[in-house]
């Protein structure tokens, strides 16, 4: 690989497999597994009638419960697992075919916040399960933390990736440096904050994702008390700046889990993946609507929408606990 520049391919290209996590330490979701796995499962199922499905399973206990669960459905690969959020703990992979390359950048717990055993060793043993080649970059990145369009744009947000918990040595102009070195990215588009209360620090999957070169996918405000009227409306004016072509679904407005603190509820952060789009939804009204704009906006692909409000009490959903492989 060396002298090759690398290729970022978009979410919506052909995968060869689609690894998910599998919820594991009881002490990270209020001690009860039973609702995250059994929206996982869904989404499993949902997505093997599509493409080849992976999990990764940590514990001896994980995979008993995973075969009772998707055995039939899955592969189950016992690799090391602090919890289930593979687009940030697993490589990302640049190429396609025979020049596919697993880049492992360092995850040190989203800024230090959430360090679990086994997720630091993830990425490489998810490659080598692949039997990808594996470059290691001594730079903090998470996968949740960038969109690319495969056309050489990419983007992210400011309150992640400028953020001192992450690589606090490294400017702006360097961390650009960084991300056109390993992702043979050209362009970087910055977004500013993320959805509140979001524990990754503004991860840009919850808030705005290519769907086409150059054709970028955000959120509206779904009502007047939506918790994020502001982060949202101007998510929309940069993009709308930056000359991307931009379309817009609701958000799924406020979502609490009946203390009114809102959550990271999202309807941005769906996997792509062959032949569907898998869409967290969360009981609203708000979810149907969304659902309708993007059959809309994918034209040729299954848009499923699956219960999420299981995951996201851990403090994701789809995309998070995903990392496809491209073909």
């Avoid at 060869?16 to 009860?32: F, I, K, T, V, Y």
């Avoid at 379309?247 to 009114?260: K, L, Q």
Wanted: a negative charge.
């Amino acid at each position: 690989m060396t002298g090759t520049k690398p290729f970022l391919a978009p979410e919506w290209g052909p995968h060869a497999a689609l690894w998910s996590g599998w919820p594991r330490l009881a002490e990270e979701w209020g001690g009860d597994l039973t609702a995250a796995r059994a929206d996982i499962a869904g989404f499993i199922h949902a997505a093997a009638r599509h493409v080849k499905v992976k999990v990764a399973i940590g514990s001896d206990e994980a995979m008993a419960s995973a075969l009772a669960a998707v055995g039939g459905a899955a592969e189950l690969v016992r690799i090391p697992t602090g919890d289930i959020w593979l687009r940030d703990t697993g490589p990302i992979v640049t190429g396609q075919g025979a020049a596919r390359e697993a880049q492992v950048f360092r995850f040190n717990g989203w800024g230090g916040k959430y360090l679990m055993d086994g997720d630091t060793d993830t990425a490489g043993a998810l490659a080598a399960h692949e039997s990808l080649p594996a470059r290691a970059h001594d730079f903090v990145l998470e996968g949740g933390g960038i969109d690319a369009d495969g056309e050489g744009r990419l983007l992210t947000t400011r309150q992640c990736l400028l953020n001192q918990n992450r690589n606090p040595a490294l400017d702006q102009d360097q961390i650009e440096g960084q991300l056109r070195a390993a992702l043979g990215v050209e362009q970087i588009l910055w977004l500013g904050d993320g959805l509140a209360n979001d524990h990754t620090d503004g991860h840009v999957d919850n808030i705005a994702r290519f769907i086409g070169p150059g054709h970028v996918l955000c959120q509206h405000p779904a009502c007047e008390d939506d918790p994020n009227t502001d982060v949202l409306r101007e998510i929309e004016c940069t993009l709308s700046a930056a000359g991307m072509m931009v379309s817009t679904i609701p958000s799924p407005g406020p979502v609490h889990f009946g203390d009114g603190v809102p959550v990271p509820a999202s309807h941005m952060n769906f996997t792509i993946t062959n032949g569907c789009v898998l869409v967290p939804i969360y009981e609203d009204r708000y979810s149907a609507v969304a659902l309708a704009e993007l059959k809309a906006l994918f034209p040729g692909r299954e848009v499923i929408g699956l219960p999420a409000r299981g995951i996201l009490a851990g403090g994701g959903s789809f995309h998070c606990m995903t990392r496809e492989i491209p073909a």
